[in-house]
C-alpha cells in the first residue's frame, strides 16, 4: 500500500501537470492513453473546483496539439493525413474512412473524434486541408474536449471509491495484471499484422502504370479512369480531367453502364495504393474483365505530367 500511497499522493500535488502533459502527448498521435489519468485524476479531486482546473488544463492540452494538427492540414493539405495513415497497420481503410467519416458528420465530427481512437489525431489536419476557419475549428474541438474530458473527470469523481479500490487490486496483484495485459496486446498486435499480412497477399493484382495510362487514354477506346481520392484531396487540387469520381461504396453507381469487357482503371492518393486495390477487386468480383490500379496513385500521375 505505501506504493500506491506514494502515487496517490505525487498525484494529488502534481495533477494539473500530469494531466495537461498526458492529454498533450495523447492528442500529439502518442500511445499514452489518457483517460486512466483523467480517471484517477477525478477521484482524487478535494472538490469541484480542482476538478474544474483539471478540466481546464485537458481543454487546453488538447486545443494546443489540435491546433498543431489543423495548422500541418492547412499548410500541408492531403499529405499530412496519408502521412499520418502510413503509421496505421490498415493504411487503406485509414484514408478512406477517416475522410467518409469527416465528410459524413462535418464539423460535429471534430466533437465525437474526442471518443473515436485515432480520429482524434487526423480529424484536425483534414479539417485544415479542408479550409475550416480558426474560430469555428477551435469551438468544435474544444466542445469536444471538454465533453470527452469532462465525462473521465466526473466518472472518476462519482466513482471514485471504486476506482481507489481497483487500483489496490492492481497493486496487491500487479504481476498478473501485467502479463495479462502483455498477452492482450500482443494479441491484438498479432491479430492485425495478419490483417496487413492477409491485405498485402489479396493486393497482388497487376497494376497499370502512369506512362502506359497516358497512351491507353489516347486510344480510340480508353479506359473508364475512376478517382477515389477522398474529398479532402479533390477540394484542394481539383479532380482528374477526364475520370469520373467514385466513392468505394458507390462503385456500381460510378461505373453505370460501362462494358464489362471494357478496361478500368483506378486511382487513389493513399498509401500502398491500398484504396484502389480494393475498388479494383470489388469491380473484379462483379464481372468487370479488365480493372487495375495506377500504380503509385496520384503522384504517379502528377509525376507523369498530368494536372
Known sequence: MMEIDHVIQTLQSDALAVVFVNVLLQQVGLPVPAVPTLLLGGSLAAGPGQLGEMLAAAVVASLIADWLWYAAGRMFGYRVLTGLCKLSINPGSCVSQTEARFVRWGVSSLVAAKFIPGFSTVAPPIAGALRMSLPGFLIASGSGAGLWAG?????????????????????????????????????????????????????????????????????????????????????????????????????????????????????????????????????????????????????????????
Request: aromatic share 6%.
Open 151 to 307: 465525462l473521465a473527470l466526473v466518472a472518476g469523481w462519482l466513482l471514485r471509491d471504486a476506482v481507489l479500490d481497483a487500483i489496490a487490486a492492481l497493486d496487491r496483484h500487479s504481476g498478473g495484471a501485467m502479463l495479462v495485459a502483455i498477452v492482450v496486446l500482443v494479441a491484438w498486435l498479432g491479430w492485425k499484422l495478419w490483417q496487413k499480412y492477409r491485405f498485402r497477399k489479396l493486393s497482388a493484382v497487376p497494376h497499370v502504370t502512369a506512362d502506359e495510362l497516358i497512351a491507353a487514354l489516347a486510344t480510340d477506346q480508353p479506359p473508364l479512369l475512376l478517382d477515389l481520392r477522398g474529398a479532402t484531396m479533390i477540394a484542394e487540387t481539383g479532380p482528374v480531367p477526364g475520370a469520373i469520381v467514385a466513392e468505394h461504396d458507390h462503385l456500381q453507381r460510378a461505373v453505370g453502364g460501362w462494358p464489362k469487357n471494357r478496361p478500368i482503371v483506378t486511382l487513389c492518393a493513399c498509401p500502398e495504393d491500398a484504396g484502389a486495390i480494393q475498388a479494383a477487386r470489388d469491380l473484379l468480383r462483379h464481372g468487370y474483365l479488365s480493372v487495375r490500379p495506377l500504380k503509385g496513385g496520384y503522384e504517379a500521375w502528377i509525376a507523369a505530367g498530368r494536372h
